[in-house]
């Protein structure tokens, strides 16, 4: 009789496993961030990256069809000259794997930046605000907090980086068939160079993957261990801006071997992603770099010594007090 004075019910649904907790922690980080104004302007610049490759395609083959009808003349030049110029000099916007490859590495720029405003809105106000506790004073584990906050990171990476690469894509799957069925489209039509199909597809879901997995484990740990936006941003630029500066110094200056390079994790993040687009190591720019299983080796390390740490700093979280 009490309990039904009280408005107590007893519950009427399935109980699940700890590990469905996960989306309901990153969608509530993303409701947070997605509230913020600062996101929105952080992403409408970060697109604007994409917006040029996307327009620039089309802006290409204007100007070739202008130079072949005749409609534009330069001087005496032959217009199928010009027309193979200007491919050669745009050739990052025919959708080869050196289109999706500059796109990653300069949107990754902008990615930082996201990231490093946001790390504290994701997740270090949760140690300023004690909000772990609250967490973790419900049945999940910890690792189910931690989980959820690299999906909510992993989810913001891919907004800004897959998704608009995938758009890519099917830009060029629209103007010709073959560039989604042919996986020898570039070397059999003599377009460039570097599979296409369903090879490069599954490229730019690797990159997309390898930046996903090592930022937001790496974020994560940041956050956790600065909490707030100025240390948090203090501690990325060390990371992905000095010790990258350090690391072209040592090689390209004081000659040092391309091991070296492995103190930059941006490079290594490249590196891995290159490989998944298909490159071959000799053509990777700026050489010397160090070969792909190093860097592969080198970001597995910072993301083990992350999550160990994260796993020190989640049980050090006093849930009574």
């Known amino acids: 009789m009490g309990l039904k004075l009280l408005h107590y019910r007893s519950w ?10 996960v989306w309901p922690i990153a969608r509530v980080a993303l409701a947070t961030l997605l509230k913020r104004r600062m996101f929105w302007v ?17 802006l290409l083959d204007w100007i070739e069809g ?16 010009v027309s193979r110029s200007l491919r050669n000099v745009i050739r990052i916007l025919n959708g ?8 990653f590495v300069y949107q990754g720029g902008m990615v930082m ?42 989810i913001v990476i891919n907004l800004m ?33 570097g599979p296409a199909g369903w090879r490069l597809l599954l490229g730019i ?39 990258r500066m350090l690391s072209e110094m040592l090689v390209e200056r004081l000659q040092y071997g391309p091991v070296w390079r492995l103190l930059d994790l941006w490079n290594s993040m490249c590196l891995l992603g290159f490989a998944c687009l298909g490159f071959e190591e000799k053509q990777i720019w700026p050489s010397p770099q160090p070969p792909y299983w190093q860097a592969a ?11 160990i740490y994260l796993d020190r700093r989640m049980r050090n979280v006093e849930i009574v007090s």
């Open 161 to 193: 980086t897959t998704l608009p690469a995938l758009l890519l894509y099917g830009q060029n799957v629209m103007g010709d068939w073959q560039y989604l069925l042919n996986v020898n489209y570039f070397t059999e039509g003599n377009l460039g160079r």
């Open 205 to 243: 879901f690797g990159f997309g993957a390898v930046l996903t997995v090592c930022l937001s484990i790496i974020l994560t740990a940041v956050s956790a261990w600065m909490r707030r936006t100025l240390p948090i941003i203090m501690v990325w630029v060390t990371i992905f801006v000095f010790l």
């Open 66 to 81: 202008q130079v072949a009808e005749g409609a534009v003349k330069i001087g005496q030049i032959d217009p199928n000259r």
């Open 113 to 154: 930046n996201v990231l490093a405003f946001t790390g504290s809105l994701l997740v270090g106000g949760d140690f300023v605000r004690r909000s772990v506790t609250f967490y973790l004073a419900k049945p999940i584990h910890r690792w189910h907090y931690i989980l959820g906050k690299c999906l909510a990171i992993g």
């Open 42 to 58: 952080l992403y409408a610049f970060g697109m604007l990256l994409f917006l040029m490759f996307f327009f620039g395609s089309f």
């Open 297 to 307: 080796l080198s970001l597995a390390a910072v993301c083990v010594v992350s999550v």
């Open 12 to 21: 009427q649904g399935t109980f699940r496993s700890g590990i469905w907790s």
């Open 96 to 103: 080869s794997q050196d289109t999706f490859a500059y796109f």
